[in-house]
């Protein structure tokens, strides 16, 4: 005769390889609604996704330009492109947030809505929270090096591409009271140094190209620099006669940062 327990367990594994059997793949269309306002996002789920386990995730920050309400643009070339072009070598799940219109990765409220979507994902796709890799690319990568700052041991690693560390005075940028509360780095007299100091025990991994006409590259040599003083681990790549809109594709079809970044655990 068979026990209730063991008919119990039958029907939980039942309906868990059911769940697993039925799950969405591919780029899915999420929402989170904070107050009375929806904000879209993308998540990529591995066409092998099964409830029965925990999942790394990857948060991608996009470059200026992707901002809006649609939840597509974010996922329109960088990791996305390569995640098409070569889904095997990335057996994750990926989050890809959108920032409002007008607005950039520094905010405090943009992260914080990362950090919500990012709630939302690992509930709904089993996330595993050792394994929570934070990457961005140009305004992305600025958005990277601020939430790594705020929470250094959220993150299992960092991919930062083409990223600036201290404002760009080009632009006109300005450090707002705000800005001085939260990364007390960029007031620094030496913001890589600061940031590199906060940041240490988050495995880090910089790309830049040599030919950037949007962030001077010198901006990832000085941190990647400051990193290899103090960090558990820093590497950083320069592609030569690398342009700024080239540098996310090839970082995310380095298959050698590929199998180091599937390796990392907090």
Known sequence: MISRVAVTLLAAALCLAASSANAETGFLDRA???GTTPHRYQVYVP???SAAKTWPVIVYLHGGGAQGLDALLPTVGGLANDIRAHREAFPTVALFPQASPNATW???DMQELVLRELDQTMA???GDPARIYLAGYSMGGVGAYRMAYRWPQKFAALVVIAGRVEPSTAGGERVSDGDRRLYSYLTDRDPFAALAKQIKSIPTWLFHGDADESVPVEQSRHMAA???KVATFARYTEYYQGRHQ???NRAFADMDM???LWQQHR
């Open 124 to 126: 709904e796709f089993h």
């Open 32 to 34: 989170v609604t904070i």
């Open 106 to 108: 520094s905010q405090p």
């Open 258 to 260: 590929l199998t180091w």
């Open 226 to 228: 400051a990193l290899q």
């Open 47 to 49: 066409a092998d996704f």
């Open 246 to 248: 080239e540098a996310p």
